[in-house]
């Protein structure tokens, strides 16, 4: 699994940006997938995360209500539809991969496979 984050940039506070997540070479079908970010000084923590079905999501608390999280298995894509971004936002966000049952979605030990990350800068 190679994951490529895309969709990153400089916003002001308020403003909007979609993260993609791709893998061209294979599907997503039956994998986890997550959204991580770290701030600069910061541990990698859980954003988003959207189980192998798409029928069960979770959001850290400062996310609720603002970022979705979906997938689109035929285009091997997963988004993070950020709105109403503070500067808090901003770090490198990472999508994550993982496709064994049981595993916690919203930490990062659980999953196997991770992307380059996207530079999110929110600006006041």
């Known amino acids: 699994v190679q994951l490529q984050a895309s969709g990153g940039g400089s916003v002001q506070a308020g403003g909007s940006l979609k993260l993609s997540c791709e893998d061209p070479?294979?599907?997503?079908?039956?994998?986890?997938m997550g959204w991580f970010r770290q701030a600069p000084g910061k541990e990698r923590e859980f954003v988003a995360a959207i189980n192998w079905s798409g029928s069960r999501t979770e959001y850290t608390d400062s996310v609720k209500g603002r970022f979705t999280i979906s997938r689109d298995d035929a285009e091997n894509t997963v988004f993070l539809q950020m709105n109403k971004l503070q500067p808090d936002d901003t770090a490198i966000y990472y999508c994550?991969?993982?496709?064994?049952?049981?595993?916690?979605?919203?930490?990062?030990?659980?999953?196997?496979?991770w992307g380059q990350g996207t530079q999110v800068t929110v600006s006041s």
């Open positions: 070479g294979r599907t997503f079908k039956g994998y986890d």
């Open positions: 994550a991969a993982q496709n064994v049952l049981g595993r916690p979605i919203t930490r990062p030990s659980s999953y196997d496979y």
